[in-house]
C-alpha cells in the first residue's frame, strides 16, 4: 500500500509550536475497513446532505464495499496513521466522509489535495463533487482546493477540478 502524505500546514498549533506538523495521509482501503467507512458514510449528518438520504442497512453496504474495494481509488484518510475518514474516485467523481472529530481541521482539504494529487500523476483531467448546496463546509473546503462551481441543479451544486486549470 502506497501512501501519499501531505503536510502543508499544522492544525491546532501556534506558529511557534516546535512539534511535528500532524500528517494527513491515503492509503487503499481494505476489507477490515467496512465498519469503520459505514460509520463514517452512514452518519446521521452525513446522510442528511448526501444523494439519498435513506439509512442504508449493513448488510447492503459490506456488499457495496466489498465491490466498491475491488475498483480501486478508494481510500482510507488517516491523520497521524489512525484512520478518520474515507476518499474515493467514481470515475471522474470524487466523495468523501470524515469523523465528526476531525471536520473542521484541515483535514478533508488534505485528503482531497491528496486524490487530485493522485489523478493528475496518473495523468487524468478533470474531478467533480455534487455538493448539497447546504453543505457550506464542504463546498467551502472543495473551493479552497481549487474546485470550481459549474452548475446548480435538484439542491446540489457540481463543481469541477482540474489539471490544466490547477496545475
Known sequence: MTAFSITTMTMSHSPSSSST???VALRDAGPGDAGSVYAWNCATD?????????PIAFADHVRWFERRVAAGSFWIVELD???VGTVRLDGAAISIALDGSVRGRGVG???IAAACGRVAQAGGGAVVAKIHVRNHSSRACFEACGFRPVAERDGF???QWSTWSNP
Open 46 to 54: 452525513v446522510r442528511a446532505l448526501s444523494g439519498d438520504p435513506r
Open 81 to 83: 496513521g489512525a484512520p
Open 157 to 159: 451544486v457540481s463543481y
Open 109 to 111: 482539504r488534505r485528503a
Open 21 to 23: 506538523p500532524p500528517v
